[in-house]
């Protein structure tokens, strides 16, 4: 079966310093992925998504940028954290047709 | 482009009465459309979704969802409520034309069921 891993759970970090949050699924081979970010507990942002190792799709203008090393490995960076920032963030995958997204735990960022 | 609504910030119910959250979309061509619960601190969990075929979708843990075309609704049901329902539902809407998967989320519903 396919399992989505995301890390860490919670990160604590200050204004001005990088940021990397890695995101890995198993069980399955090329597969869409995708950052989201949660504001308040509430509504979903779509922030980054790829189809392919390399290919990165930003759907918003922002502080952060995502990478794609591997088929299965997907990255959430910032070079300089804004208290902005801060927030729930929220790996998923699917295969590329009409499947369900899978959703990793997430990991809750505070910028300070 | 897609988008979804959820009416109502939260819901709230007596243990063992009927749960309905409501969902409207708006797309432009063929949609499909999903429901998720998100307990606190935790990813969505995926509970059902309608493509094509029987307006009645049957999820996981007894809930379904109805499929309206008329009225743009995907309201999910549940008959009997139980306390460990309570939680945050999305409602999802994606294109069938859209080959890259992308989802518009509606705001949240939080169901409140008291026992």
């Known amino acids: 079966s396919q399992t989505i891993h995301q890390w860490p759970a919670t990160l604590v970090q200050p204004v001005g310093s990088p940021l990397s949050l890695e995101c890995t699924v198993e069980?399955?081979?090329?597969?869409?992925l995708y950052w989201y970010r949660q504001a308040a507990g509430r509504g979903l942002q779509l922030l980054f998504y790829?189809?392919?190792?390399?290919?990165i799709s930003s759907e918003v203008p922002q502080n952060l940028s995502a990478s794609r090393p591997q088929d299965r490995q997907f990255i959430l960076s910032s070079k300089k954290l804004l208290l902005s920032d801060s927030g729930f963030y929220l790996c998923?995958?699917?295969?590329?047709?009409?499947?369900?997204?899978?959703f990793g735990n997430g990991t809750r960022l505070t910028v300070t | 482009a897609q988008s979804v609504a959820q009416p109502e910030d939260q819901v709230n119910v007596a243990e063992g009465n009927p749960l309905t959250v409501k969902c409207t979309y708006s797309?432009?061509?063929?949609?499909?459309l999903f429901w998720y619960v998100q307990y606190p601190n935790r990813g969505l969990q995926f509970l059902l979704k309608?493509?094509?075929?029987?307006?009645l979708v049957k999820g996981s843990y007894g809930f379904e969802a109805e499929f309206n075309k008329s009225q743009t609704s995907f309201h999910l049901k549940k008959p009997s409520a139980l306390v460990s329902d309570s939680a945050l539902y999305f409602c999802?809407?994606?294109?069938?034309?859209?080959?890259?998967?992308?989802?518009?989320f509606g705001a949240g519903t939080q169901v409140v069921v008291t026992p």
């Open positions: 998923a995958w699917k295969r590329g047709d009409n499947s369900p997204l899978h």
């Open positions: 069980g399955t081979s090329n597969p869409n």
């Open positions: 790829s189809v392919g190792i390399g290919q």
């Open positions: 797309v432009s061509g063929n949609p499909y």
């Open positions: 309608y493509i094509t075929g029987d307006n």
């Open positions: 999802a809407v994606g294109m069938t034309t859209d080959s890259w998967g992308k989802l518009q």
